[in-house]
């Protein structure tokens, strides 16, 4: 659905985005995380065809950005960082107003503004004022506001910033639902815990890509996996036997915890079960450790400094 070649964009000196290799696939929630001032909106407004790369190449919905950008346009919708509804007119005005915009027919245009003021459950508060809407009601309208001439790709610009948790949490389920319409989604966000719910795949950007992958990949990338074994005691025995097997990669104590290192958990824990248990070990539950999306990202931002 995008694929872009070497992107970049200077601004009077200023390197926004560098050399930016990006593989999007359709019906895909893909995240661009990266700090301030990463590139992620100058990003998203070379895609949408709003601004000109400075080099490099970058194909939308099967089109060239720069040669075919009104085909572009018609196949995207775009939620900008500020969501520029009209507070006194009413959700559906609003959305009535841009269907016009688009083009859409009367007859279309009602129907596009029922759905989605019915998807969005604000179809009872229609005639209502933007003006007395809460935040995430306006965001919503926002996000629909770009969906009303059905595109196929959407490009969401930090759609919860500023959002209390149950407003950012509405917008969530509703870019959830926009996916299982069959949608591709392209968000930028800073925020890790939404990248990580949301995003099949995240790349982690700072004027480059720094890497491409699942949430769960990133975590089994950057750390080895480890599982946690508590016990109700252990003993310098238990260690060794743990120690003995060839496959684990170190055994840590923590009182009456152990933490073992291991290439593939999944395969390799009954052996270390089994030969706890045969030293007497009395184990009490095993789980994976977890490492935070956060863990990883500050180690792979910090790394490019
Ligand atoms: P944020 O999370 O803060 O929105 P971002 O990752 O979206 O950040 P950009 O807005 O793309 O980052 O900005 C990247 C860099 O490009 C910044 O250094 C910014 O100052 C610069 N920049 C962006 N737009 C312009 C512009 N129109 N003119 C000059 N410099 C710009």
Do not use: M, W
């Given at each position: 659905m995008i694929e872009t070649h070497g992107l970049a964009k200077h601004f009077n000196g200023t390197t926004a985005v560098d050399d930016l290799n990006l593989n999007v696939k359709p019906g895909e929630i893909f995240a661009l995380l990266g700090p301030n001032g990463a590139g992620k909106t100058t990003t998203v407004r070379m895609l949408a065809c709003l601004i000109a790369p400075t080099r490099g190449e970058a194909n939308v919905a099967g089109y060239a950005v720069g040669r075919e950008n009104d085909a572009i346009r018609a196949q995207i919708g775009i939620l900008t960082e500020s969501p520029g509804l009209y507070e006194k007119l009413s959700a559906?005005?609003?959305?009535?107003?841009?269907?016009?915009?688009?083009?859409?027919?009367?007859a279309e245009r009602g129907e596009r503004v029922k759905r989605y003021l019915d998807m969005l459950g604000l179809w009872a508060r229609r005639d209502d004022a933007v003006a007395e809407f809460s935040k995430g009601m306006k965001q919503k309208l926002a996000i629909a506001r770009a969906l009303l001439h059905e595109p196929k790709l959407v490009f969401l610009d930090e759609p919860t910033s500023g959002l209390d948790?149950?407003?950012?949490?509405?917008?969530?389920?509703?870019?959830?639902?926009?996916?299982?319409?069959?949608?591709?989604?392209?968000?930028?966000?800073?925020?890790l815990d939404e990248a990580d719910r949301l995003a099949d795949r995240i790349g982690v950007m700072k004027q480059k890509l720094i890497q491409v992958d699942t949430p769960a990949n990133l975590r089994r990338k950057m750390y080895a996996r480890r599982i946690v074994v508590r016990m109700r005691a252990v003993s310098d025995a238990q260690i060794g036997a743990v120690k003995a097997l060839a496959f684990v990669k170190s055994v840590e104590r923590a009182d009456a915890r152990l933490v073992i290192a291991l290439e593939e958990p999944e395969a390799m824990t009954p052996a270390v079960v089994r030969?706890?248990?045969?030293?007497?070990?009395?184990?009490?539950?095993?789980?994976?450790?977890?490492?935070?999306?956060?863990?990883?990202y500050l180690n792979l931002i910090g790394g490019t400094k």
């Open positions: 559906a005005q609003n959305l009535d107003f841009f269907a016009r915009l688009y083009g859409l027919a009367s948790p149950e407003a950012a949490k509405l917008v969530r389920d509703f870019i959830a639902e926009l996916k299982s319409e069959g949608r591709t989604i392209f968000l930028c966000t800073h925020n030969a706890l248990v045969q030293a007497s070990g009395e184990i009490l539950a095993v789980s994976e450790e977890e490492h935070s999306l956060e863990e990883i």
